[in-house]
């Protein structure tokens, strides 16, 4: 709050475009599209003072930042829209940045590296998220025993890895076991 700060803001979006007309020669016009916005607002290393103000010395803080969209298409085009579309970002600032900055092969690896967990939101992680976010006077506190409860299960859950355990598929049986224990009382219907 009282120092300088890096601000990053990114924003990822496909839009589909789909037009049916009566028109032989264009029946049916696709369009697809990505749009994405960064805005980073990066101080200066250093500051020196003209007057009353304060003037910028030298380069900014560092920061990098990479973008990967790819569309997986369906085993059978029975439907375009069956396929999987994947966005992935990486960022970094400061020392991880300037360590980044001379080594592209790390970069590349960075950029490239494959999606070890995927996210998926079922009926017991829908009904996890409602019991959580039911009060949030008492959110924290839910999350709290809720991960209390999971990491007396598995050990390799960390105490703030609620969204891993809330949506990962690897969670699965342990979210439909947290549906089942009466101490919880989460009603998963």
């Not at 007309?21 to 960064?38: I, M, S």
């Not at 298409?73 to 940045?97: D, M, N, R, V, Y």
């Not at 703030?160 to 355990?165: A, N």
């Amino acid at each position: 709050g009282c120092t300088d700060t890096l601000f990053f803001a990114e924003r990822s979006s496909f839009k589909l475009g789909i037009h049916v007309n009566d028109n032989p020669v264009t029946p049916l016009q696709v369009n697809a599209g990505a749009k994405r916005t960064v805005i980073a607002l990066a101080p200066p290393l250093a500051v020196r003072k003209e007057g009353n103000r304060d003037r910028p010395v030298g380069e900014a803080v560092n920061l990098f930042s990479g973008f990967d969209l790819q569309y997986d298409k369906p085993e059978t085009w029975a439907s375009p829209f069956t396929g999987t579309l994947t966005i992935k970002t990486q960022f970094a600032s400061g020392a991880a940045a300037v360590a980044l900055a001379d080594k592209p092969a790390v970069v590349k690896q960075l950029i490239e590296a494959e999606i070890v967990q995927d996210f998926d939101c079922d009926k017991t992680c829908n009904a996890i998220t409602a019991w959580v976010d039911k009060d949030r006077a008492t959110s924290s506190e839910r999350v709290a025993k809720l991960m209390a409860w999971a990491r007396s299960k598995d050990s390799s859950l960390g105490a703030s890895d609620y969204f891993k355990l809330r949506g990962t598929k690897r969670y699965k049986s342990l979210r439909e076991a947290a549906c089942k224990e009466t101490s919880l009382a989460i009603p998963c219907g």
